[in-house]
Structure formats: structure tokens, C-alpha cells
């Protein structure tokens, strides 16, 4: 394996120079240099022969000029001059370059052989590359943000978080980017788009955020695993101590035939990779959205929760709906999930809130509940649940109204924390509370989500992670 | 089977008396006379035997006040003295009765032994019964809406829509109603919560929908079906000409269970129901999410599409992103759908638009087309696909930014129309430009989802129906 700490020249140098630096509001070339004089920490160096002066900064004509003044690079100029650029970088004495143009191995033969020929002058000079063909990486302490899309304000917008994020495909880094920065979906600790990774490649990148201590999970969307040796060895690593999800794509052989033209990869088996990210404890996933979710769900709650059962797959669903609790508890099954019994202390505590009708049962349907006894039957049920043995999580189901402002999340979240168990929630109804109610939960550590699909899949997550951790401590975990 | 013409006393009556009427806003009764008083077309009369006025209405003491002058009462009063206000209304020569109060059969014994009593006053006194424990129903031409939950503004908010929508549980047909109330996701012409089911069950209302000329798609949520041989002869009677998508919980013994103390279901055997349903071409679906979805592709485009190929399962894949292309493969491929090569004449066109170190394939990559010829490439891309002969379907994968707005949507609507072909979208990317996205494909016809899975079900969706009313009409189907 590659010496990762390298990848500290991407992360957190100490100045930068932008290639291809433009004060064209159109292009990429603006976008990179407007972002980074507004982000950066350190000195900020626009490079470009034909302008003296970017956004009231000097503009200097070649990497050449800055001798010594440069640790990371980033260029984004037409393919062909990129060899040159790196000449220069490898005469100034910079340690790395973020290549963020395409043109590359992704457009044929040609292109792989100009991407050789950077390979060479790097190793040369005693840099390291990152792409090309990709949007780079974003670091979000210490601040830096490489992509050649325009966010103003990112200094305030840019918020640390926890999360690792690996994408091969710029598109989708993108995507991820957007997100995160507009929607506040996940905070983020580092995001590496790899793009073509003729150099810095994913299992570097892996091993690089498996030891960061500002990373406590990562969720990674590939397109190739170039070492799957390699791969497997990193998150072998990692297994039952820093949760890893994987997108990987092309899991049929014409697929994965698209996926190979694309970013210049190779694709092995998908046979191959599915046992290997099994026996490594990997959760894979198959949509974007998923990966987002799950990304969600770990960024909330990195450490494992102790299991209660020897299963450590049972759960309660606690709703508000009998329906839903029904289709619940099949999406459950689904994903490897039981939904057992409650113990005989639990449906007694149940019943000091239910109805006399209503015998309480698992799903629990505490609807009934709620209109005889308003909403301390419905804490006072999770409380119920969560204090018995034989659950180890639960799936609250959720009907957002005017009246969810009501609803005690401070004493809920002390319960789960007491009990040690996670919880998801699903919210329906209207959707003008969706977000006060999700915005209470996630304060609280229960992710929430608005399908149930999604709901059961972090919850089936969280355990499946909590099994690992407990096999990697060397408990005994049986069915 | 029952005379379904008999629904008419339901979604069209003449004159309505709302039974548990009050002016306390915090009850039930409540919401249903104000919504009633503010949106139905004939008379409506409140009763309850403590008041005299409601809302500026003379209040009623019973129903025997009212004789001969109500065709439809909607009661929501204690489940005990639903028998007494149903023989006032037998008395009166009422037509039909929703009951919308809970406590019968779901509750027990008891409960059972009240909701067999009331069957039997409304069979004396010829009256046909929905529900109870319920939100009743809607219908939007001619307007009535009962559900217990206040929505002001009902006549100018409650648009004719084409999607007849049928839910066992109150809960969550309340949140359906929700949704398309105030998100516009889609829009709806009879929306059934059938609780209990007592007397009117969801085999009558679906064939009453099956001959609405309103409702031109169905999506059903059921907990049980009580005669499967009836469902199924409906289900028959509208494949492929009227799609119908059909949740229906308790696929695993113990969800099964669970279902059935909800509602006082008794539930058949899945798999006698799985296979059933597959028989009749219905779509089942596992989420309440993929119900929703799908009752928006179909109240889009309720009319099948013809298929090119002779399996009707061929898509394409447009893409600006490359990995996108590739997972939405993987997703087309779970789903049942074939991704294959692009005939010559279509690959033909393709090069005009793309770069020359581009060899244009299935997914379609637009990107760089784009990059080199901008919104023109992508159009034009999409247009070769439609007209290619081996092609059904299209899954479009977009990326939202502030240039969506320049796109051609009218054109490229056009361009659909004139192929005949579905397609569905994907957008991801810049949130704040997802509205416009949606707004103006959904104008054109092409539903879009944020989720790749969402999108190629969908699509999948559409090719099902296709091939069904092909074999309806008795046209081969190969594959």
C-alpha cells in the first residue's frame, strides 16, 4: 500500500495555486480560484500566462514563478497542457497536483497516453496526483474545497462534520456536494471525487479517512476497485469500528461494460466483490439515495450500539398507524430483521396505557393509546420498549401534525440514551411539519426518513454494524 | 357482487346530514361540517341533539327531523349510539350512512356484536353502510369530502384529478390525502377509506372505480382481501386498460397476524395472493412510497403506451453522468428491464452530437456531447433514442442547476408524443432547481423522482401496463 500520509498535501496544505485561474464567471477556472481565495486558510496563487490580476489577486504566468511558495496544485486546463503545468509544478518544488480536467484515459488511447506521460513527470518530480477527470476533494477542517463549482460563503456554509464521502464519478460528487452544503442532509469530514485515479486511488483514499480522526464513517461510491486485495485489506481494517458503505455499480455484465468505458476502469466479477465486501463487513447499497441515508444514519450515530438480544436483529415497531405497522414489519423481514414477541414486563407496562380493548402486541399500534391518554401513552410505550431485553431497536412510525410540537423529544432522547438502542423513524401526514419533526428526532440521534423502505434499511444498518462490532470484540453473535 | 350503482348514495348525493356535528374545533365533528358547509354543492344538515346552531346552521336533533329530505348521513359519534342514529335514519328514508367512529369490531367481541347490529338496521331499513372506523371519503366531481380532519379552503384546493385512490387504514388514507392536498404530488378523482368495511368493502369500490369514467387509474392499500375470487374478477376486467397498483401488507406469517387484529381483517394466504394478482396484470408494490409513485406515473400517463420492441421491456438510459448510467442499469435490470445495444442508424446520430473520442452506447452519456454542443446535444441525443425501433422506454438522468431553466421541455415533449414512448427522470443535484425540473417534465409527461429506483419502477411500471393491454387486445408478446 501507498504511503497515505502523502495524501496530507491534498488534505491540509499549506498554500495553494490554481491553474487555469480565470476571472470568466463561466468557467470552471473561476469557479475553483473564487472558492479558494473565500475558503482557504493559507496564501492563494491564481496561475494563468494570458491575465496579470484574478479577482484583485496577482495572477502569475507559470507554476515556475512561484518557486518553492506552492505545496498543492490544482489545474484545470485543456488536457494537453497539463503535462506542462506539471513540469513546471515539478521544477517549483510542489508536492501535489489535483487534476481536475478531462481529456484524459476516459477519451481513448490518446488520452491514456497523456495521462502516462503525467504519471512519469510526477514520479519524476516527487509529486502526487489526484484525477484527473474529477472535481477533486473538499476538507472541511482544515477548510479546503477544490471543485469547480461555485459556492459563495462557504466559510459559514461549510460545516465540520464526520462523515467521510468517496465518489469516483465527478457527477455524483457533485451531487453528494450540493446536498450536503444546501440541505444539510449529512456533515462531512472529507469528500474525495477520484475521477480516473491514475495515481491516488480509492484504497489510498480509504486508508487515508480509516485513520482521520475527524472521519468516523465513510460511505463510498465506486465504479472500479482497482486492488481488491488491497480493498478488502483496508476495510477489513475497519470492520465493526468505522461503519463503510459502498455503492458499486455494475453489477450485471452489461453494466459493468458501461461502467469500463466510463472513467477508464476495469471492472472485476461482481461475484468476486460482493463476497469480498461481505467477508469485510461492508454494507453495500445499490442507489445514490441509500448511500445518502445510510450516510445520514452513520454521520448521527458512528459508534455501534450494544446489541440486547443474542440475535441482535429484533426489533419493535411502534406506530401510529395498524397499516403501517404491518407493511413495516414486512419491509423488516425483508432486510433481515425479526419482529418478535414483547416480553410478558413489557406488555404489562403497555397495558397500563392501552385501552382495555386492546391487547398490546409487537407491532406495537399505540394510536388507541394516544387518544385515551394524549401523548404520554406515547412515550410512555417507547419507554416500555426500549427498557425490554429482547429488542434491540426500534421503528417509530409517525403521523406529523400541527400538534408534533407537543411531543416530548428531550425526555425521548434521554430514554434512548439510557437504553442504549437506536431508533428510525418514518414520518407521514402533513408534510408542513416533516421538518420540525425531523430536525427534534435527528437532534436527538433517530435518524427520520419519509419511506419506510429507507426507515428499516438504518435500522438493519445500525444492527447489522453493531453484530460486526461485537464479532471483531469477540462476543459471540449467534443466528 | 354487489350493485355497485348503489355508490352513487356515497360519491353523489343529493343532500347530506353531518350526525356528531359541533362547534368545538378541537372534535372531529367539527372539521367534518365545516369542511362539508364550505364545500358541498346541496344542502347540508348538522345534527346533534345538544346544539341548535353550527356555524351560523340550524342544528337538527336527529335524523327523524329530517324526513325525506337527506340522501347521505356521515356519522361520527360514539360507536354506541351508532345503531340509534341509524334506525333515526332508516326512519327518515336515508339512502346511506359513512361511519366514521372507531370502537367496533377492530375492539372486540363486543365491537363485533355492534357493527353485526347496525348491518342489520341498515339492511331492514335498506341503507348501505361505509365503514366504520374510517375517514370516509372524497370525491372530487361532483365535491364531498368527509374525512374528520379540518381543510380550509377546500373548493379551490381540492382540484379533479384522475386517480382513484383506495385505503384500508384511516391513517393512512389521511396521509394520502395529505400528500396530494398539499404537495400537488398528484391529483386525485375518488379517494375510499374503507375501515372496517362492514357492508361496502374493497371489491365494490373497485369496481365501482373500474366503470368510473373519472377515474382512469387505481392505487389501492388493502390489509385483507375478504373475496379474493370477486377482486381478482375485477382486477381481470381492467388489466390493461385501467392500471392498478395494490399494497397489500402481511407477506410474513407474523406481519399477517398483525394485520389482523388492525381492522378485524382476516388475511388469506400470501402466496394465494401474490399469484392471484400477478394473474389479473396488477402491480404490487411493497412501500407506501412506491404506491404514491406510481399513482403519479399513472395519473400522468394512464393510457398505455404502445411497445416498440416485441418484448416491450427495452430501454435506454440517457445520462450526464456516466455513473449514474451504470446504477440505473443495475436498477433497470432488478426490475425486470433489458438494456440493448442502440440500432446503427440511432448510433449514427449519436456521433453527429458527440466528441469524436466518444463512442456513443447504451446508457447514453450525454455529457460530453453537452460539454461540446451544449442543450441542442442533449435533445437531439434524446430524440435519436425515441426513434430508435428497438427502444420502449426511457430512464433521463439530469443534474439540476441554474441552466435547467434553458432547457427545451416543450420541444422534447413534443418529440415524446410523436414516439409514443414513456419516459421517466431522475434529478439530483442542485435542490433549489428540482421544482422547475419536475414542473415543467410533468407538464410534458414525464414523471421525475429523486430516487434512480423510484424512476426505473416507474418506468418498468409503464412497460407492464404496455404489455398487458397488448395481450388484452390479443397482440404477441414475446420474452
Known sequence: MKAHKDLDHFF???????????????????????????????PVYPVNPGRTEINGEKCYASLRDLQGKVELAVV???????????????AAGIKAAVIESGGFAETGEEGRELQDRCLRIAREGGMRLW???????????????????????????????????????????????????????FKVSKACAIGNKMDVDEVEVLAYLADDPNTE???????????GRAFVEVARRMAGAKPLVVLK?????????????????????????????????V??????????????????????????????????????SGGGGVV???????????????????????????????????????????????????????????????????????????????????????????AGKPMVSWVFGDARFFDTYRDSMESIGAPVYTTVRSCVKALAAYLHFGRWSRLEAGEPVSG
Open 131 to 185: 484525477g484527473p477527470n474529477c472535481t477533486g476533494l473538499v476538507n472541511t477542517d482544515p477548510l479546503i474545497f477544490t471543485p469547480f463549482i461555485r459556492f459563495p460563503d462557504l466559510r459559514t456554509r461549510l460545516q465540520r462534520g464526520n462523515l467521510g464521502i468517496i465518489a469516483q464519478s465527478g457527477m455524483m460528487a457533485a451531487g453528494f456536494m450540493m446536498q450536503y452544503l444546501l440541505t444539510g442532509f
Open 76 to 90: 484545470f486546463v485543456p488536457a494537453s497542457q497539463v503535462p506542462g503545468v506539471l513540469e513546471d509544478g515539478a
Open 12 to 42: 491540509a496544505p499549506a498554500s495553494v495555486a490554481v491553474v487555469g485561474a480565470t476571472p470568466n464567471k463561466a468557467k470552471g477556472g473561476y469557479s475553483i480560484i473564487a472558492n479558494m481565495l473565500e475558503s482557504f486558510g493559507g
Open 328 to 418: 413495516a414489519s414486512d419491509l423488516a423481514r425483508d432486510n433481515g430483521l425479526s419482529i418478535p414477541p414483547l416480553r410478558e414486563e413489557t406488555l404489562e407496562k403497555l397495558r397500563r396505557v392501552f385501552p382495555p380493548w386492546m391487547a398490546p402486541g409487537n407491532p406495537v399500534d399505540i394510536w388507541p393509546a394516544i387518544e385515551q391518554n394524549g401523548f404520554d401513552a406515547f412515550s410512555g410505550s417507547i419507554e416500555a420498549v426500549l427498557a425490554d431485553p429482547g429488542i434491540d431497536g426500534i421503528v417509530l412510525l409517525t403521523f406529523a401534525s400541527r400538534i408534533i410540537g407537543a411531543f416530548p423529544f428531550e425526555e425521548l432522547g434521554e430514554k434512548m440514551r439510557r
Open 283 to 320: 454494507l453495500r447499497v445499490h442507489d445514490f439515495q441509500d448511500l445518502m441515508d445510510l450516510g445520514k444514519a452513520f454521520s448521527l450515530n458512528p459508534r455501534p450500539f450494544g446489541a440486547a438480544s443474542a440475535e441482535g436483529n429484533r426489533i419493535a415497531v411502534v406506530t401510529v
Open 249 to 281: 455499480g455494475g453489477r450485471y455484465e452489461e453494466s459493468a461494460r458501461a461502467a469500463l468505458s466510463h472513467t477508464a476502469s476495469i471492472a472485476g466479477s461482481d461475484e468476486v466483490i460482493e463476497g469480498a465486501l461481505r467477508q469485510a463487513g
Open 217 to 227: 464513517a465513510v460511505v463510498a461510491y465506486l465504479e472500479s476497485i482497482g486492488d
